[in-house]
């Protein structure tokens, strides 16, 4: 099994203990943006295919339903039409997003998937507002706006940086 925490080419200088080589770190980052990005794509393609605008599976009576919506705006609804401005906002995003993965606030394994879930979720919503001009969004809960892979993979990423701080980043200040 390959220790994430310790591991290191000939090549590379000697880690200190508690950094992570590189290398592994790039391979959860990207692997876990482009795994985001396929499911994401794949499942909003098979919804536009089956689906009209609209139509929900399975009918009414279940909690939790498909429902093909789409969104011309940001969360909720905010910034409806407002598509250059959003594409510009996600460019930013993703290039912030770069950056929080680059100089993570703390040394964890579980940091750089977090934060290629969130790069993988954000560039999903920009591929369909570039390519379709609105996000398709179908994960449809009641009294909740209808949501996507991408929008949960953000919500994801943001939650395990979040509890991974508490825990893990306070426990690795406390031992420096």
């Known amino acids: 099994m390959i220790d994430f925490m310790q591991t290191a080419s000939a090549d590379d200088e ?3 203990r508690g950094q992570t080589s590189d290398h592994p770190r ?3 980052f990207f692997g876990a943006a482009i795994t985001v990005i396929a ?14 605008r609209g139509e929900s599976w399975p009918d009414a009576g279940w909690d939790v339903r498909i429902r093909h919506v789409t969104n011309t705006g940001a969360a909720f609804g905010i910034f409806e039409d407002q598509t250059l401005f ?7 995003g993703l290039f912030a997003i770069y950056l929080y993965y680059r100089f993570p606030p703390f040394d964890h394994f579980m940091v750089p998937i977090a934060i290629g879930m969130m790069l993988g979720g954000a560039s999903g919503n920009l591929i369909d507002r ?3 001009g609105r996000v398709t ?8 706006p209808a949501f996507n892979v991408a929008d949960s993979s ?3 990423g943001i939650g395990v940086i979040l509890i991974g701080y508490f825990f893990w980043g306070r426990h690795q200040q406390s031992s420096e």
């Open 137 to 144: 969004d179908f994960i449809d809960f009641p009294h909740f």
């Open 154 to 156: 953000i919500s994801v």
């Open 14 to 16: 000697p880690i200190e």
């Open 86 to 92: 959003l594409t510009a906002m996600a460019l930013i």
């Open 130 to 132: 570039v390519v379709e």
């Open 39 to 52: 499911l994401d794509q794949t499942t909003k393609i098979l919804i536009r295919s089956l689906l009209e």
């Open 26 to 28: 790039r391979w959860l």
